[in-house]
């Protein structure tokens, strides 16, 4: 796979963005946001996405540019219609909605629907975290995962996150599907010729597979718990809830949804006590689990968020490893947004 540094893979991905029309400012935000995420080793949201966003703005399921409006319902409360810009932009100026709610109220709630694909929500649950706020975030989409027992796919990915600031210690950002996985993960290794892990999807016919070609040809991704995944479909549906049914994005299984539809809801720490202490007491409860005797092939206890940030710190000195396929889809697109008239 080519190794490739994150100033090159930035400079590609400004140049689609203000290819597509994105100004400046809009197409930096959302390259950083895909190169960060390669730079922390989720590449399954990482630049592997820049040529799904370019199909999505050529078929108009994206519009750059468009002007989300919001409806404050009341003090703490709002709804945010999206118009179908980047999912990203909309999603960054919602959180600010919801933390300047939750500044003047306690709390802070946002949905958000006509929204395109959002991303990785650790990126908005950290904006709570700069606020010296907790954030916590869900979202949900076209359906992708099989209800417990099931076969036919009825339920998003689901993702939730939380951010919860410390002091000493990095954020504690907990981001993670629903479901046994992402299906950005699947695609990954099905660009990489590799199997899956067991108990990650399902075939057309409800059969275990690990061939990720299998998703694409009618299958269904399993909802996270394996032998106890109940619990995550149990948890997937409440996402669908909150995101989807709450905020008029309509669920998986109203036949409507598309992009993402959003719940995310701020709190002022200050409310409970001081932050100070809040932190102190984070920073205690990391260091406290942290210390724990690790089991037989463990070094260490890492917390959430903690093996990304190492990553993060080897590849930015190494590079980026992608895969041939999304490498030369990269080249081809900076190319073609170099000539003239790439529509």
Request: charged share 25%; proline share 5%; aromatic share 6%.
């Amino acid at each position: 796979m080519p190794v490739v540094s994150a100033d090159k893979l930035r400079g590609m991905g400004v140049r689609v963005f203000r290819g597509l029309g994105v100004s400046d400012k809009d197409a930096c935000t959302l390259t950083d946001s895909f190169v960060k995420a390669s730079l922390q080793g989720v590449d399954s949201h990482g630049v592997m996405r820049i040529p799904q966003y370019v199909e999505d703005v050529k078929r108009g399921a994206v519009k750059p540019g468009a002007r989300a409006t919001t409806s404050h319902r009341s003090r703490f409360l709002a709804i945010v219609d999206g118009h179908w810009n980047f999912g990203h932009l909309v999603t960054l100026e919602a959180v600010k909605v919801a933390v300047g709610k939750a500044r003047r109220s306690g709390v802070g709630i946002v949905g958000i629907f006509n929204c395109g694909h959002i991303g990785r929500l650790a990126d908005y649950a950290l904006k709570a975290c700069e606020a010296d706020m907790v954030g916590f975030i869900a979202a949900t989409g076209p359906p992708m995962v099989a209800p417990f027992g099931g076969v036919e796919r009825m339920l998003h990915t689901g993702p939730i996150c939380f951010g919860i600031p410390a002091g000493k210690h990095p954020p504690l950002v907990i981001d993670i599907s629903t479901s046994a996985t992402s299906e950005g993960k699947v695609r990954i290794k099905l660009r990489r010729g590799e199997k899956l892990g067991e108990g990650w999807i399902i075939d057309r016919d409800g059969n275990p597979s690990v061939d990720p070609e299998d998703l694409y040809r009618g299958g269904a991704l399993l909802p996270l718990g394996g032998n106890v995944g109940y619990k995550g479909f149990g948890l997937g549906l409440i996402v669908d809830v909150l995101a989807g049914v709450l905020t008029g994005a309509g669920s998986c299984t109203s036949g409507k949804a598309r992009g993402n539809g959003v719940f995310i809801m701020v709190l002022d720490i200050t409310r409970f006590k001081p932050v100070q202490d809040f932190k102190a007491e984070v920073d205690n409860l990391i260091a406290r689990v942290k210390s724990s005797r690790t089991a037989p092939g463990f070094k260490e206890v890492l917390m959430p968020g903690e093996m990304e940030r190492r990553v993060e710190e080897e590849r930015g000195g190494e590079g980026v490893f992608i895969d041939e396929r999304t490498w030369r889809d990269l080249v081809s697109l900076d190319s073609a947004f170099n000539s003239d008239g790439f529509f």
